[in-house]
């Protein structure tokens, strides 16, 4: 079984300062690992995700998200974030094939305080 | 290129009744899978469809089940809907060689009462 662990539930950051976004999964085999935004009553938009290779994934947006298999984490982030980017940000991970339903975490309230 | 697209946006229905909701995958996809969003959480995993059969299916009641046509569209059924289906509902698409990288739809809110 997999799980997603999101460990903050709302992050505040002053526009055009750097964030972080943790995220931290359990998995007893090999997983792919995604970050999906969700705007306001809208669906979800794939930013980036790590299926195998270079541990540094980059995405849209200007954000990109390291892979550290010894730590099980997956952290998002931006160097500079704007107000675009106030959102629900989601940490998901999958197994291979077979397996491939996405398993979420329960999400982080990005607020970006102009 | 035309995303996935769901319909209907929005929908009411009464205790006890049944619903179907409709998907249209992305150009190209053939693998289509089904979530359940309630307010305030992640998307739960409902169940994975590929060449017209259920693939995977997540830990939801049988009164859940799906469809997916020939031209790979889907749809979501739910019998006799409590209140605790009210929720958002979301499609992805994706390939069956990659089917783990899914692009969502905008959902369809269902709101049981």
């Known amino acids: 079984a997999q799980s997603v662990t999101q460990l903050d539930s709302q992050v505040p950051v002053f526009e055009e300062a750097p964030v972080e976004l943790r995220c931290n999964y359990s998995?007893?085999?090999?997983?792919?690992l995604f970050w999906y935004v969700q705007y306001p009553n809208q669906g979800l938009q794939l930013l980036l995700k790590?299926?195998?290779?270079?541990?540094l994934v980059k995405g849209i947006n200007g954000f990109e998200a390291e892979f550290n298999k010894s730590q099980t984490s997956f952290h998002l982030r931006k160097p500079s974030v704007h107000i675009s980017d106030t959102a629900e940000y989601f940490c998901?991970?999958?197994?291979?094939?077979?397996?491939?339903?996405?398993?979420f975490g329960t999400g982080t309230r990005l607020t970006i305080i102009p | 290129d035309a995303g996935v697209t769901q319909s209907p946006t929005h929908l009411i229905k009464t205790r006890g009744q049944q619903v179907t909701l409709r998907c249209s995958p992305k150009?190209?996809?053939?693998?289509v899978s089904w979530y359940q969003q309630a307010l305030g959480q992640g998307p739960q995993f409902i169940f994975q469809?590929?060449?017209?059969?259920?693939?995977q299916r997540g830990n939801f009641p049988d009164r859940f089940s799906g469809h997916q046509f020939p031209n790979y569209s889907s749809e979501l059924n739910v019998n006799a809907l409590l209140l605790g289906d009210s929720a958002l509902y979301l499609c992805?698409?994706?390939?069956?060689?990659?089917?783990?990288?899914?692009?969502f739809g905008p959902g369809t809110r269902l709101l049981v009462l």
């Open positions: 992805a698409s994706s390939l069956f060689q990659d089917a783990a990288t899914q692009y």
């Open positions: 150009s190209g996809h053939d693998t």
């Open positions: 998995s007893s085999v090999s997983v792919y």
């Open positions: 790590y299926l195998s290779g270079s541990t």
């Open positions: 998901a991970v999958s197994g291979d094939f077979g397996n491939e339903k996405l398993t």
């Open positions: 469809y590929y060449e017209e059969e259920e693939r």
